[in-house]
C-alpha cells in the first residue's frame, strides 16, 4: 500500500506540472454544463434530470482518457518495464493512479456540482455530499477501466479508440437518453451489466428523492465492485514478461 | 575422468545463463545461449546492434519471455520478486518521466526500493547531473536524459546492475567518468553487465562477452581476447573471430558437399 502512495504522489506530480491538463480537467465540465444549461433554459425541469447524470458522467469519461493514455506512455516510454523490475506489485501500480485520479475526481466534482447547483441553478432534491461522493466513484471506475483497456491497447491510436469501443456504448445505453427501464427487450437486461448505468440510476435518485441514501449507497457498492473487478483484471493484463 | 567444467566459476557467478533461447515474433534471436558474470567485476557485452544484446538484458531482469533454458542471478532464478530489490536495469531508450524534474523522477525510483533523498541526491551526482536536479526530464539534451535515467538506475543501490547501452552519444569525457564510476561501483561490492556496440569501450571492461546474431563469440578478458586473436584491439579481434567462425563453417560445409 505504501507503494501506491508513493506512485500516486508521483502522477500527482507529473499533473502539477501540466497546467494545461489540469485546468481543462476542471474548467471542461463547467463549461458543458454551463451548455447544457442554456440549451434547456426554457425547460427547467428536463435539465434537472439531465444535470445530475451528466455529473455523473463527465468524471467517467474524462478520468478514462487521462488513464489510458498516461498508462501508455508508461509503456512507450520504457518506465512501466522499469518500473516491473521494481519492487512495486503491479497491483500497487494500479491503485496507485486509482487513487492520484480519484483525488483529481473529488477536485473536480466539488468544482463541478458548485457551479451545477449554485450558478446553473440545478435542482437537487438529495445530499449533495453524495453526489460528490458518486462523481468521485464513477471517476475511480473511469480510471479502472482506463488502465483495463490500456491494457489492449498497443498504439495511440488503439488507446484514442478505446474511448468510444469501451465507453460510448454505455453512455447510450445507461439511462441518460432513454431511460433504462423503456428501452427495448434485451438492452435494458444488458444495461444491467454495465457499471455506467448504476452512476446514472444514483445521479438520478440524488435528483428526484430526498430519502434515496440508501438506494444510491447500494449504487456506490455496485460502483466500486466494478472498479475493483476491473482493477484486479488489469493487474492480471499487465505482463511482467513481453515478447 | 574427465575434470569437469570449472565449478567454481559457475557458482560464484553473480549471472549465470544456460542454453537460453528466445524467440522474438518469428526470429529466434537468442539461439541457444550460455554466459556466467562473475561477482565485483564490470562485464561488457559487446556486439553489432540486432546481435541480441538488449534480449539478453531483457532476460536477465525477467522482463523477456523466454523459450527454454534457465538464468540464474544472484543464485536465484531471473525474475523472482527477491531479485526486484538486488538487481537493478537501465533501459537502452532513457526511460524516466518527461513532466518531472531529474530529481522528483529519480526519488520517486529511490522511494519506491525504499531509499532516501540523500541516496536520491546521491545517485544524480554520480551521474553528474546536481545542476539539473530541478529541471524537467523534457528539457533536458538527449546526454543529461540517458544519465538520467542512470541515476534511477544507481539510486537503489542494487548488488547487480544490468545497463542496456549506458555510455551511447556522450562526450568522451563523460564516457571516461561514467567507467571509472563503473569500476568505483564494482570495487564497493557491485556486479555491472554494461552493452555496448562501440567497441572502443572494450579496453575499459574486466571481462568482455563478444555477441554475434545471439551467438557468444568469446568471453575472456579483453588482454585474453587480444593474446588469443593476436590482435591489436577489440574490434580488430571481433573481426578475426568472425572470419574464423565463417571459414570453419565454409570448411565445414564443403566438406559435408565432399562427402557426399
Not at chain 1, 219 to 241: C, K, N, Q
Request: with cysteine; proline share 5%; glycine share 8%.
Amino acid at each position: 500500500m505504501r507503494h501506491a502512495f508513493i506512485t500516486a504522489g508521483r502522477v500527482l506530480g507529473q499533473l502539477r506540472n501540466d497546467h494545461r491538463t489540469v485546468g481543462l480537467l476542471l474548467v471542461v465540465p463547467l463549461v458543458l454544463m454551463g451548455l447544457m444549461a442554456w440549451i434547456f433554459n426554457d425547460t427547467p425541469l428536463v435539465f434537472d434530470r439531465i444535470g445530475p447524470a451528466l455529473l455523473g458522467v463527465f468524471p467517467l469519461v474524462v478520468m478514462f482518457i487521462v488513464t489510458s493514455v498516461s498508462t501508455l506512455r508508461e509503456r512507450m516510454s520504457g518506465t512501466l518495464e522499469r518500473l516491473l523490475t521494481t519492487p512495486q506489485s503491479k497491483g500497487a501500480f494500479m491503485a496507485g493512479y486509482a487513487l492520484a485520479f480519484g483525488a483529481v475526481a473529488l477536485v473536480q466534482a466539488v468544482f463541478a456540482t458548485t457551479f451545477a447547483v449554485y450558478v446553473c441553478g440545478l435542482d437537487i432534491v438529495g445530499a449533495l455530499w453524495l453526489l460528490v461522493l458518486v462523481a468521485v466513484a464513477d471517476a475511480v471506475l473511469g480510471t479502472a477501466l482506463g488502465l483495463l483497456a490500456s491494457g489492449f491497447a498497443r498504439t495511440e491510436f488503439q488507446a484514442v479508440q478505446f474511448m468510444p469501443a469501451f465507453i460510448l456504448p454505455q453512455f447510450l445505453l445507461c439511462g441518460l437518453l432513454v431511460p433504462r427501464d423503456k428501452l427495448p427487450d434485451g438492452l435494458t437486461q444488458l444495461s444491467d451489466f454495465l457499471p455506467l448505468s448504476y452512476a446514472v440510476d444514483a445521479m438520478n435518485t440524488l435528483a428526484t428523492t430526498a430519502d434515496g441514501t440508501s438506494d444510491v449507497l447500494i449504487d456506490l457498492a455496485i460502483l466500486l465492485a466494478f472498479s475493483l473487478v476491473s482493477l484486479a483484471l488489469g493487474a492480471l493484463t499487465l505482463r511482467r514478461r513481453t515478447e | 575422468m574427465i575434470s569437469p567444467a570449472p565449478r567454481h566459476l559457475v557458482e560464484d557467478a553473480a549471472i549465470a545463463v544456460t542454453d537460453l533461447r528466445v524467440i522474438r515474433g518469428k526470429r529466434v534471436v537468442l539461439p541457444d545461449l550460455s554466459v556466467h558474470v562473475p561477482r565485483g567485476q564490470v562485464t561488457g557485452l559487446l556486439g553489432p546492434s540486432g546481435s541480441g544484446k538488449s534480449t539478453l538484458i531483457r532476460a536477465i531482469v525477467g522482463v523477456q519471455r523466454v523459450e527454454s533454458g534457465t538464468i540464474t542471478v544472484l543464485g536465484l532464478p531471473a525474475g523472482t520478486p527477491e531479485l526486484r530489490h538486488r538487481v537493478s536495469y537501465l533501459t537502452q531508450a532513457p526511460s524516466v518521466y518527461d513532466d518531472l524534474s531529474v530529481g522528483a523522477t529519480v526519488a520517486y525510483f529511490g522511494r519506491i526500493a525504499g531509499r532516501s533523498k540523500a541516496d536520491a541526491a546521491d545517485a544524480i551526482e554520480r551521474v553528474g547531473l546536481t545542476d539539473h536536479t530541478d529541471a524537467l526530464c523534457r528539457n533536458l539534451s538527449g546526454g543529461e536524459l540517458s544519465r538520467a535515467s542512470l541515476a534511477v538506475a544507481l539510486v537503489s543501490k542494487p548488488e547487480v546492475l544490468v545497463l542496456d547501452e549506458p555510455t551511447v552519444g556522450l562526450d568522451p569525457v563523460l564516457r571516461r567518468s561514467l567507467w571509472s564510476m563503473f569500476h568505483d561501483l564494482a570495487n564497493e561490492g557491485a556486479t555491472l553487465l554494461v552493452s555496448s556496440h562501440v567497441m572502443d569501450e572494450a579496453s575499459r571492461c574486466d571481462r568482455l562477452v563478444l555477441l554475434r546474431e545471439g551467438e557468444v563469440l568469446a568471453d575472456d578478458t579483453p588482454a585474453g581476447l587480444l593474446e588469443q586473436t593476436g590482435t591489436p584491439d577489440a574490434e580488430a579481434a571481433f573481426l578475426a573471430l568472425i572470419d574464423e567462425k565463417d571459414a570453419a563453417v565454409k570448411a565445414a560445409n564443403a566438406a559435408g558437399r565432399a562427402g557426399r
